[in-house]
């Protein structure tokens, strides 16, 4: 294997010194981007799910501190009063009756990663339902991991488009009439740090959402019709923010193969940087910093 001159070796260095700089700073500015995508996109779910759609419509007092105004049309109502709430449990893994060949999904907090549910890592039997503490919750229910540490710092829900089972760390929200379980949903996602407050149990020593708080706790409730607008057009807006923040994730796998394959190039003589020099501080140039 070559080696070359340590003065060549310093050159290596201090050229991918300069270039790595680069690339690294243009990885920053798209994470940082994600990250600004990421909280405009709660911004104006919290928006929608709160004010709505209308415009110069009158509006009241929520009531609630952190809430604020609210339509004058729109209810604000205890969740117990739209929706009922079951739980789940874990069938015996030591019964392999109960999970082998099994098709009914079977929700964890694992399987909480899209906003809609239809499959899960480990499916249960009909027995495993019928015989054990876990249930069958039909489609169109609002799913929440109640007991995990991820509930520090957010609240994973979907909606089940398929009947499912629930292990134990979860919850099942099956609204009535008067509320869609989206619109649930994208206000939950609007207004996380807020509610993980109101439903969890100050010093607590597991991180957990109380089913009393839960149950009690406030959510403004539209004319229906008005509900599933707003459902419309955030499903709408979320397009435009999934696009955006793609296209960043991109560009950092592109910038991160563009490293990689600079690193080889150089470190094996594919690029002669024996001509290159550097300025005293190794300042990036504007146009990559621009």
């Not at 003065?7 to 201090?14: F, H, L, M, S």
């Not at 057009?233 to 979320?238: A, L, N, V, Y």
């Not at 193969?257 to 300025?279: H, M, P, Y």
Request: charged share 25%.
């Amino acid at each position: 294997m070559p080696v070359p001159s340590i003065k060549e070796q310093d050159g290596i260095v201090n050229f991918l010194d300069s270039e790595m700089a680069k690339i690294d700073l243009l990885i920053e500015k798209q994470r940082k981007l994600i990250q600004l995508l990421k909280e405009k996109r709660q911004a104006v779910i919290s928006h929608i799910v709160t004010k709505g759609l209308k415009k110069n419509v009158k509006m009241r007092d929520s009531g609630i501190k952190w809430l604020g105004t609210v339509p004058q049309s729109w209810d604000v109502t205890p969740l117990k009063y739209l929706c009922t709430f079951s739980g789940g449990g874990t069938p015996s893994k030591e019964n392999l009756d109960y999970w082998t060949d099994g098709d009914i999904p079977w929700v964890s907090p694992k399987d909480m990663k899209s906003f809609w549910v239809s499959d899960t890592q480990d499916k249960i039997t009909e027995r495993a339902v019928a015989e054990s503490s876990t249930n069958l919750i039909e489609s169109g229910a609002l799913l929440m991991v109640v007991r995990s540490g991820i509930l520090q710092r957010t609240i994973p829900i979907a909606i089940n488009t398929v009947p499912v089972s629930l292990n134990q760390d979860m919850k099942a929200l099956r609204f009535n009439g008067r509320m869609k379980a989206e619109y649930a949903a994208n206000f939950i996602l609007g207004h996380e740090s807020s509610l993980l407050l109101e439903w969890s149990k100050e010093g607590a020593t597991v991180e957990s959402i109380e089913q009393e708080y839960l149950s009690s706790g406030f959510i403004p409730a539209p004319p229906l019709e008005e509900q599933i607008g707003i459902n419309k057009e955030i499903t709408e807006r979320m397009k435009l923010f999934r696009n955006l923040e793609d296209n960043a994730t991109r560009g950092i796998a592109l910038l991160q193969e563009r490293r990689a394959a600079l690193i080889s190039s150089v470190v094996s003589g594919k690029i002669d940087v024996r001509n290159w020099a550097t300025s005293k501080d190794c300042q990036i140039n504007k146009e990559v910093a621009a």
